[in-house]
């Protein structure tokens, strides 16, 4: 199989109500959707959103990206354009896209679903966390309960720079919700000083860990971070690349880290993480921006796969959409449960082949 044809187009899904963090509010996911189709007639479909606030790129430098390497990928077997691809300095979730679009013809060509590609043997359900969008106390608090009662246990709170109110909105959610987990995500709003202050105000709580506290770059404040406090401490924006998870991981600098296809350039790479963490026993959330149904899918597959480091799955892009589906691609969903629909069938389990 040789790729003969490349096409991009843009996709819009309306969300529920608006998604908000410290980085940026939104009101619909918005993606490149890349079809590309092979000289045998296989198809297969990648997607990257925009993330300008975390990766960089919005949609328009996401198609660029894609049409400037195009045209050398072009006549390539699949494993060689993987390869090239993969050499190109691009963004991130550019390549990602195309990344996985790749990979799901490599996996038909093998007569294989995802799932078998990807070593999966246990198919019993796994949960994702529902986001609680950053807000003032008493409506997150709402929120919090309102997707408690839908039977979301697992609680993704975004909080912010102002550290009273995220010191409130953490204490009033353990206090009414104090079954749920907590997995509190600053998005880089706090500073080495804010951070040690919420750690001390919210000590005794059920938090379950604390996602990126300081930007990205401040290493030696997120190891101080994770060696001040029993809560573990979750590298996620400063984690993009093998290489970035060796540094974080050989200085110390944090418990845990968060793998997101649109940050290492898709399926081939976080794999390549997954199997280092797996070797040096890291524990992993796998997230996601917010994504389309087929990169969603994808990343779904890796969570059957790498179950023994993948300790947290943030893969609730559907449960955010205006209509949310029964299922995605081979996974069915009910309420914060994954599963697969038919491991054995190729057609079922592949990335959805979506017009």
């Known amino acids: ?3 003969k044809n490349i096409q991009t187009n843009i996709e819009k899904i309306p969300l529920r109500t608006p998604f908000a963090t410290a980085l940026r509010r939104v009101e619909n996911v918005e993606f490149v959707r890349v079809k590309l189709t092979c000289n045998n007639g296989a198809t297969a479909y990648g997607e990257a959103p925009a993330t300008k606030a975390i990766t960089g790129e919005d949609l328009e430098s996401i198609i660029s990206s894609i049409e400037s390497i195009k045209e050398k990928l072009l006549g390539l077997p699949l494993l060689e354009a993987l390869e090239s691809l993969h050499v190109k300095a691009m963004g991130s979730s550019a390549k990602a896209a195309l990344d996985m679009a790749i990979v799901a013809l490599m ?3 093998k007569g294989e679903t995802l799932l078998q590609y990807f070593g999966a043997k246990d198919f019993s359900c796994v949960k994702t966390d529902v986001t609680i969008s950053l807000n003032d106390a008493d409506t997150m ?3 919090a ?10 609680l993704k709170v975004k909080l912010g720079s102002d550290i009273n109110h995220a010191v409130d909105v953490t204490k009033a959610i353990a206090k009414k919700l104090p079954h749920s987990q907590l997995l509190i995500d600053a998005n880089q709003a706090w500073n080495l000083e804010t951070s040690l202050y919420y750690i001390e105000a919210v000590k005794g709580l059920h938090v379950s860990l ?14 101080i971070i994770s060696h001040s406090t029993e809560i573990p401490i979750l590298a996620d924006e400063a984690v993009f690349t093998l290489e970035d998870v060796k540094k974080v991981y050989e200085n110390g600098c944090a418990d845990m880290i968060n793998i997101k296809l649109m940050k290492c350039g898709g399926l081939s790479r976080a794999k390549e993480i997954l199997e280092f963490a797996r070797e040096k026993n ?3 959330m796998l997230g996601s921006m917010l994504e389309g149904p087929v990169s969603i899918c994808a990343a779904y597959a890796l969570c059957f796969a790498y179950r023994d480091v993948i300790k947290y799955v943030d893969l609730d892009s559907p449960l955010l959409y205006k209509e949310v589906p029964d299922f995605v691609g081979g996974f069915a969903i009910n309420r914060n449960q994954i599963k697969p629909i038919n491991p054995a069938n190729i057609e079922a389990s592949k990335i959805p082949t979506l017009a």
């Open 107 to 109: 996996v038909e060509q």
């Open 141 to 143: 608090l709402q929120d």
């Open 282 to 284: 890291i524990g992993c």
């Open 145 to 154: 309960q309102t997707a408690y009662n839908n039977g979301f246990d697992i």
């Open 1 to 3: 199989m040789k790729i």
């Open 210 to 223: 604390i996602e990126q506290p300081v930007i990205a770059d401040d290493l030696e404040s997120l190891k």
